[in-house]
């Protein structure tokens, strides 16, 4: 779909609501990454290890503008630059804040900076295109390939997500997928292959990161009240890794 891109989008208005900042990040892209989570997500993954992120006005989260985010970040180009790094929008879903998104990324862009997205692609394409065109790489997260399993973990729907990912491949934007592999949840292998057959369908793919599942946000489930369902569930066994990756590859596709 074509999409118009505001090139004249007001960096010196564009504000965003952040939960926090990683300034040397290594697990969310390539190199060291000066990690930015915003604030606000539209599902409830039952895995989710940040739902102090879910609430768009949650106390204590911080508004910075773009030229604040910026003025510091530049400060940590060298390290990028040496590492193959970059900044990382992630969350919560940055895709809420879809002009902030644009802006700060097109602000990194100008000063030669990689960008790369950590999104669960929930938003509607129309919304997230200003923002994959500034956009280098996008960490995709999917969270299962059956319809039925992904609302299970989500509470929303699996389509949206499949067309994103489906826009960023047919307009030649690199994605790494984001499978969270949890016992008894997402595990299950015949889901496992019905994801791995759609990816293998998507031109931009670079490879697949099988996450295992763990438990070192369960504390903030309990700090703010919440049910957690997983509680008793036990991260997986390398095996149970490794026997995943396998699906993913017999469809060609590189894994982690």
Same mark, same amino acid.
Not at 28 to 49: E, M, N, S, T, W
Not at 170 to 176: K, Q, S, V
């Given at each position: 779909m074509?999409?118009?891109?505001?090139e004249?989008?007001?960096l010196s208005? %564009?504000?965003g609501i952040?939960?926090s900042v990683?300034t040397?990040?290594?697990?969310?892209?390539p190199?060291?990454?000066?990690?930015?989570?915003?604030?606000g997500?539209?599902?409830?993954?039952?895995y989710c290890h940040n739902?102090?992120?879910w609430?768009?006005?949650?106390?204590?989260?911080?508004?910075?503008s773009?030229?604040?985010l910026?003025?510091d970040?530049v %400060?940590?180009?060298?390290?990028?630059?040496?590492?193959g790094?970059?900044?990382?929008?992630?969350?919560?879903?940055p895709?809420?804040?879809?002009n902030?998104a644009?802006?700060? &990324?097109?602000?990194c862009?100008e000063?030669?900076?990689?960008?790369a997205?950590?999104?669960?692609?929930?938003a509607?394409v129309?919304l997230?295109?200003?923002v994959f065109?500034?956009?280098?790489l996008?960490l995709?997260?999917?969270?299962?390939?059956n319809?039925e399993n &992904?609302k299970?973990?989500?509470g929303?729907?699996?389509?949206?997500?499949k067309?994103?990912?489906?826009?960023l491949?047919?307009?030649?934007?690199p994605m790494?997928?984001r499978?969270?592999?949890v016992p008894?949840l997402?595990d299950?292998t015949?889901?496992?292959?019905?994801l791995?057959? &759609?990816?293998?369908?998507?031109?931009?793919?670079?490879?697949v990161?099988v996450l295992?599942?763990?438990k070192?946000?369960?504390?903030?489930w309990?700090?703010?009240g919440?049910?957690c369902k997983?509680?008793?569930t036990?991260?997986p066994d390398?095996?149970a890794?490794e026997q995943?990756?396998?699906? &993913?590859r017999?469809?060609?596709i590189? %894994?982690?």
């Amino acid at each position: 779909m074509a999409v118009l891109i505001d090139e004249n989008i007001g960096l010196s208005q %564009t504000t965003g609501i952040i939960h926090s900042v990683e300034t040397c990040g290594t697990v969310d892209g390539p190199g060291i990454r000066y990690v930015i989570f915003a604030q606000g997500c539209p599902l409830k993954c039952q895995y989710c290890h940040n739902p102090d992120t879910w609430n768009m006005n949650r106390e204590g989260s911080m508004v910075m503008s773009v030229p604040e985010l910026m003025a510091d970040i530049v %400060t940590y180009k060298p390290f990028m630059e040496f590492s193959g790094g970059g900044v990382t929008l992630s969350g919560g879903e940055p895709l809420l804040q879809a002009n902030f998104a644009a802006a700060l &990324f097109k602000a990194c862009k100008e000063s030669g900076i990689h960008t790369a997205l950590d999104t669960s692609g929930y938003a509607p394409v129309g919304l997230s295109a200003p923002v994959f065109h500034y956009t280098d790489l996008v960490l995709l997260d999917i969270k299962s390939g059956n319809a039925e399993n &992904f609302k299970q973990i989500t509470g929303r729907q699996l389509g949206p997500v499949k067309a994103t990912a489906e826009y960023l491949s047919e307009n030649g934007i690199p994605m790494w997928i984001r499978f969270v592999l949890v016992p008894g949840l997402s595990d299950n292998t015949e889901h496992i292959k019905e994801l791995a057959e &759609f990816i293998a369908g998507l031109k931009t793919v670079e490879k697949v990161e099988v996450l295992p599942f763990h438990k070192m946000g369960e504390y903030k489930w309990a700090d703010l009240g919440l049910d957690c369902k997983l509680a008793q569930t036990q991260p997986p066994d390398e095996n149970a890794v490794e026997q995943a990756k396998i699906i &993913f590859r017999k469809k060609g596709i590189c %894994t982690n």
